[in-house]
Nanobody
Framework: QVQLVESGGGLVQAGGSLRLSCAASVRSFSDYLLGWFRQAPGKEREFVAAINWSGYTRGYGDSVKGRFIMSRDGAKNMVYLQMNSLKPEDTAVYYC?????????????????WGQGTQVTVSS
């Protein structure tokens, strides 16, 4: 089974940056679709970014496009989310997620494995 453990969340001023990390207990990233999602209290879970199994298909939610960068390091079994130019509306619990290889998806329901989440708070 797959375990995902996020880290790197914290408090940051608007305009600042954070890098989230997700340690993945997977044999190979080539077997999985990988994603980042976020959820603020009282709001629906929102797509942030995803990388297809090949590593060549990569997409971002409209609200973070141009500011966030998702990457992966297969040698270290790590998934990253570099967040730049942070805004107060980016405040949320951020989750890394994965599913066995299937079509690229931005829908939370298409991901089976989830980390515990890490809190990101952006102050104004």
């Amino acid at each position: 089974q797959v375990q995902l453990v996020e880290s790197g969340g914290g408090l940051v001023q608007a305009g600042g940056s954070l890098r989230l990390s997700c340690a993945a207990s997977v044999r190979s990233f080539s077997d999985y679709l990988l994603g980042w999602f976020r959820q603020a209290p009282g709001k629906e879970r929102e797509f942030v970014a995803a990388i297809n199994w090949s590593g060549y298909t990569r997409g971002y939610g409209d609200s973070v496009k141009g500011r966030f960068i998702m990457s992966r390091d297969g040698a270290k079994n790590m998934v990253y989310l570099q967040m730049n130019s942070l805004k107060p509306e980016d405040t949320a619990v951020y989750y890394c997620a994965a599913d066995r290889v299937h079509a690229y998806s931005t829908e939370a329901n298409d991901y089976f494995y989830w980390g515990q989440g890490t809190q990101v708070t952006v102050s104004s």
